[in-house]
């Protein structure tokens, strides 16, 4: 008797749960093609979008700053062109005097994180 009462109920709800499920379906549907909601969801993607975008550029930074000679290390290379003839002498200063300053504040920098 509990089975036969039981299949009659499942086969009573069943239309009942559809008809419930287009509805909210069919209510949300409409609640989409509203231009406020589609206004709201375009915003968060792109929202989603930029804060990605972002987050990619700075990795991106991080690892190009890695990459980045030091200011000794540019001065050592400028130091071989001078003296292969590749600059002269009034460029070799100008750049010894640019990367001097970087130079120092590159010790500087290090001296506080020490």
């Known amino acids: ?4 009462h039981n299949i009659r109920c499942s086969r009573v709800s069943k239309p009942l749960q559809h008809s419930h499920r ?10 989409l093609l509203i231009p406020h909601a589609q206004a709201v969801i375009w915003s968060t993607v792109l929202l989603i ?4 975008a972002v987050f990619i550029v700075g990795r991106l ?8 000679l030091e200011a000794n290390d ?12 590749d600059i ?12 001097g300053t970087k ?7 290090k001296d506080h994180r020490d």
């Open 61 to 68: 930074r991080d690892r190009m700053d890695d990459d980045r």
């Open 103 to 109: 130079l120092k504040r590159e010790l500087n920098d």
């Open 22 to 31: 287009d509805f909210w379906s069919s209510q949300m549907r409409e609640f």
């Open 88 to 99: 002269e002498d009034s460029e070799f200063r100008d750049i010894k005097s640019v990367l």
């Open 1 to 4: 008797m509990t089975i036969v």
């Open 74 to 85: 540019l001065l050592t290379n400028f130091r071989e062109l001078h003296l292969q003839g």
């Open 49 to 52: 979008v930029i804060v990605t």
